[in-house]
């Protein structure tokens, strides 16, 4: 395997994401890795189009897939303002039927690694390699 590769992909901000995930998703051989990564990585674009874009359609998804010998990284990025730092908790909501709250703890959830840019509109998550056996 190469040392490093990459893929860049701009898309309409929209909800018809199951397209797009598979494209992203092509390199992970792991089902049991497949299956949070497919929650995680969902959960990172509905909140670009729906938090970052405010569900316009004229506006775009920027994602870029890296993958390493040892990760496999994705880097969205929307036309929004950005998440704001104090913003960025991977908690639990504390009411439990609260009708938002739960994306950012699961992404946590589904990734070994998580950065987000100085403005908060671009994520970075990351995921260790696993070993097809």
């Not at 929209?14 to 992203?24: G, M, V």
């Not at 998804?61 to 496999?72: E, Q, Y």
């Not at 950012?104 to 589904?110: D, E, G, R, V, Y």
């Not at 690694?113 to 403005?119: F, G, K, V």
Request: hydrophobic share 40%; aromatic share 6%; net charge positive.
């Amino acid at each position: 395997m190469k040392a490093l590769r990459w893929a860049d992909y701009i898309t309409p901000s929209t909800l018809h994401l199951a397209p797009l995930l598979d494209l992203l998703l092509e390199p992970i051989r792991c089902a049991n890795q497949l299956a949070a990564l497919q929650l995680g990585l969902q959960e990172v674009l509905v909140n670009a189009v729906r938090h970052g874009n405010g569900n316009d359609p004229r506006k775009c998804l920027r994602v870029r897939r890296i993958l390493t010998p040892r990760w496999v990284v994705w880097q969205v990025q929307d036309e929004g303002c950005g998440l704001a730092l104090e913003a960025r908790r991977f908690g639990l909501p504390e009411q439990h039927d609260a009708c938002c709250g739960r994306g950012l703890f699961l992404i946590q959830q589904c990734f070994d690694d998580i950065r987000w840019s100085p403005r908060g509109n671009r994520v970075q998550v990351a995921v260790r390699r696993v070993e097809v056996r």
